[in-house]
């Protein structure tokens, strides 16, 4: 194999002295043992490892229909792509960005929430785009945990809220989220000890992976608890505009009080169909987002301005899109949560988000069931442990496909004899 390089590297460089025959004798290095303690803190990412499963399904020859990822099955909205390709014939548009963000971006943002939620922003202070808010997320642990800090992360959890504390040295305190509690967070749970020492609190609502929403009476009680405590509230508002029905979810920054202890993160990614752009951004205290920015300041060198222009237009988008989206993802939901419902699950249908969280069979742990589902039927869910141990359990379906897709779904479940048995039945 050694041989192969080395004469590449012959042909390539005949003029080198010593480089015509020279042999170069293979060495063995492993470098996973050579890795950084702080990636061998990581739990596996099972979701590289529920791709290589599907991977191998869809090479034996199965229609795999992957409900597994979050990630949207639609385009951007045509004016998005238009004013992302009018940006891009534009040649100063090419060179680096500003670090903060170009100005009509971060006043698209400040706008939009004036317009959605009739909070005042500063945008040249607390508004900042950030590399999808997986990045922003989990970077804002890197710029406020020191190594043994404690960062309280609900169980079930969005995977970037627990592994970018864990990679920046936290001790995770995980904040166990119940049915029974309607999967919020119990404050009253966290001993007084851990909440004196913590210095950051993520969550997320609408929820994923559990689909649950938060009363507007849990943020004021969430952000009362993090003031008396001095911790950091961090709010990932991911489905701020996948939501159903009359339902509106509730942005941390309605809260009084909630921009002196915290941020919250936006993702263009679920509602305007732009994941791979990777375009976020983070709002709230200028503090906090200052912090942020300088440490991205040394990461990387802020979004392509093509892409913020692009992102402008979408926020800038009339509230009519966002209706027919929100009636794309209601479509699918009604229509699972009723198929769903004849093969004995009885479900209700979630206020927000592009999921349904489903429970599995009895007997069955999520990985079972996730399995059993594979093989039997070629369809893709994501188990609920690969959110942390409390989402055992479950499946989380994600609403990427349209009702015929979904409808092939159902069928295969049926002749597979897939069905659900509520517990009490069993026994
Ligand atoms: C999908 C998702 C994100 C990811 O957003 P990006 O902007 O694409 O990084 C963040 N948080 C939650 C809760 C999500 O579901």
């Not at 864990?166 to 904040?175: C, D, F, T």
């Not at 020492?197 to 609502?205: E, G, L």
């Not at 001095?230 to 921009?259: C, N, Q, W």
């Not at 999921?355 to 007997?363: A, D, E, H, N, S």
Request: aromatic share 10%; glycine share 8%.
């Amino acid at each position: 194999m050694s041989t192969t390089s080395t004469s590449i590297q012959t042909l390539e460089n005949p003029s080198v002295p010593g480089a015509v025959n020279q042999e170069l004798s293979t060495i063995n290095i492993n470098w996973q043992n050579h890795q950084a303690e702080r990636l061998n803190q990581l739990p596996i990412y099972i979701f590289g490892y529920l791709a290589e499963l599907k991977n191998q399904a869809k090479q034996k020859g199965v229609d795999v229909i992957d409900l597994g990822m979050g990630n949207p099955d639609g385009s951007p909205p045509q004016p998005v792509i238009d004013a992302a390709i009018a940006a891009m014939t534009t040649s100063q548009n090419h060179g680096y960005p500003p670090f903060e963000g170009i100005e009509e971006f971060r006043k698209a943002i400040t706008d939009w929430y004036k317009r959605r939620y009739n909070v005042l922003l500063d945008y040249n202070s607390e508004a900042l785009p950030v590399l999808g808010s997986k990045e922003g997320l989990s970077h804002l642990a890197l710029a406020y945990i020191n190594p043994g800090d404690i960062v309280l992360v609900p169980s079930p959890a969005y995977p970037a809220h627990f592994r970018g504390p864990i990679l920046a040295g936290a001790e995770i305190y995980p904040l166990v989220l119940k049915p029974e509690n309607h999967w919020l967070i119990d404050l009253n749970t966290i001993p007084e000890a851990v909440a004196q020492r913590a210095k950051i609190i993520y969550f997320n609502y609408p929820n994923n992976p559990t689909t649950a929403t938060a009363p507007r009476e849990f943020f004021a009680e969430i952000v009362a608890w993090a003031r008396h405590y001095e911790i950091m509230l961090v709010h990932d508002l991911a489905y701020a505009e996948l939501s159903f029905d009359d339902y509106r979810p509730t942005s941390l920054l309605e809260i009084p009080g909630a921009k002196e202890i915290g941020v919250e993160f936006h993702t263009l990614s679920k509602t305007y169909s732009m994941a791979g752009w990777r375009a976020g951004f983070v709002v709230g205290n200028a503090q906090i987002i200052k912090g942020l920015s300088s440490l991205k300041s040394n990461m990387d060198y802020g979004m392509f301005a093509v892409v913020q222009a692009g992102a402008a237009a979408a926020l800038s988008l009339p509230d009519s899109y966002i209706h027919q989206n929100q009636e794309r993802y209601r479509k699918r939901r009604d229509f699972l949560v009723a198929g769903l419902k004849e093969l004995g699950w009885n479900i209700t249908p979630p206020k927000a988000s592009m999921y349904l969280w489903v429970p599995c069979p009895v007997g069955m742990n999520s990985t079972d069931f996730f399995m059993n589902v594979l093989e039997k039927t070629g369809v893709v869910v994501t188990p609920g442990s690969a959110f942390g141990e409390a989402g055992d359990g479950y499946v989380r379906i994600s609403l990427i496909e349209d009702c015929d897709r979904l409808q092939e779904v159902l069928n295969r479940l049926k002749k597979a004899g897939i069905s659900y048995q509520p517990k009490c039945l069993v026994a």
